[in-house]
């Protein structure tokens, strides 16, 4: 027998349990290992636990929970090689993708993606390091979508999602600051002239993390995660 569709109404509360639960899981407000109570979560969140399982199903898919059977959802764990592993695979996605937005995006869809990173990024003494990382990300995702492919911009998106918390610890490193402004501009450079191969291979050394500043980033989240950010 076929399963009932949901409603409209029961479909819609489970896309907004999903979306505020995954926020929850994005930002490590469950601390890594974490057993995830689903009926103080629903209590939270004034709804049924239905949607809550539905939830944290779909969160499980996408990495963000593992599931353990008869002990229930758990938060997602941090180590060094899963940091390494996830920033490998946003590089691999976007050094093929810098090669399609250079043959596919026009002119205009260039310089508007340009103007992502230079009017959102301002450099200085009180630089807010969250909204820089916002710029950074809207800036890389913008040259995935000029690739006109929709797999990759789908790919990309999950994995950011997974390393949002992270990536913000990363632009604020010793080793990102002002570095990172540096190298986005050859990676624009490239973008201007179209050259796929030299921006591609830029792009994936500007992504990929050491084994040792992967430790460093993971540290710090762990810190931050379980001792609060640093004044």
């Excluded at 994005?26 to 004034?46: C, D, I, Q, S």
Aim: with cysteine.
């Amino acid at each position: 027998m076929a399963k009932p569709k949901k409603t409209g109404r029961a479909a819609d509360s489970v896309e907004k349990v999903y979306e505020a639960v995954k926020e929850l899981a994005v930002e490590y407000r469950f601390k890594p290992g974490e057993r995830v109570n689903e009926v103080e979560l629903a209590t939270r969140l004034g709804v049924s636990r239905t949607p809550v399982r539905e939830a944290l199903n779909r969160l499980a898919r996408d990495g963000f929970m593992t599931f353990v059977p008869n002990r229930g959802f758990h938060a997602r764990d941090i180590t060094p090689e899963g940091v390494q592993e996830l920033y490998e695979l946003r590089a691999a996605i976007e050094r093929a993708a810098f090669r399609l937005a250079c043959e596919r995006g026009t002119d205009a869809e260039i310089a508007e993606t340009i103007a992502i990173w230079q009017n959102n990024s301002n450099l200085g003494p009180t630089t807010d390091w969250a909204k820089v990382a916002e710029a950074d990300e809207a800036f890389h995702i913008a040259i995935v979508t000029l690739s006109k492919n929709r797999r990759m911009l789908s790919a990309l998106e999950a994995v950011n999602s997974l390393i949002r918390f992270f990536r913000r610890i990363d632009l604020e490193s010793n080793r990102r600051r002002g570095g990172t402004y540096d190298e986005h501009a050859a990676i624009i450079e490239c973008l201007r002239r179209r050259d796929g191969d030299a921006g591609g291979e830029l792009i994936e050394r500007h992504i990929t993390l050491s084994s040792a500043h992967a430790v460093e980033v993971t540290k710090e989240g762990l810190a931050r995660i379980f001792f609060g950010r640093p004044d």
